[in-house]
Nanobody, 113 residues
Framework: QVQLVESGGGLVQPGGSLRLSCAAS????????MDWYRQAPGKQRELVAG???????NYADSVKGRFTISRDNAKKIVYLQMNSLKPEDTAVYYC???????WGQGTQVTVSS
């Protein structure tokens, strides 16, 4: 099992930016495919972005061009840089590791004026 701890959430105005971090345990972090999901109130959890061990990325259409996922294998951290935030980006954001299907506890992102 891989333990994941997210941080970086908070309250931001529309058009603002936040960077989420997910710190992972595990000796072989570099081979893990990592994802960011989000869940808004009353909605299903949805995939936001993913990054493979080789650095290939994929994004939900709703965040393309605004969000960037990246990873630092030496620090065992995956990031989600979120720019041009919109109120509809408000959700709890979760880090996910695919091999073991591990989840973090989530971090709240609220976009509001």
């Amino acid at each position: 099992q891989v333990q994941l701890v997210e941080s970086g959430g908070g309250l931001v105005q529309p058009g603002g930016s936040l960077r989420l971090s997910c710190a992972a345990s595990g000796r072989i972090f570099s081979i893990y495919t990592m994802d960011w999901y989000r869940q808004a109130p009353g909605k299903q959890r949805e995939l936001v972005a993913g990054i493979t061990s080789t650095g290939s990325t994929n994004y939900a259409d709703s965040v393309k061009g605004r969000f960037t996922i990246s990873r630092d294998n030496a620090k065992k951290i995956v990031y989600l840089q979120m720019n041009s935030l919109k109120p509809e980006d408000t959700a709890v954001y979760y880090c996910h590791e695919r091999l073991h299907d591990s989840w973090g506890q989530g971090t709240q992102v609220t976009v509001s004026s």
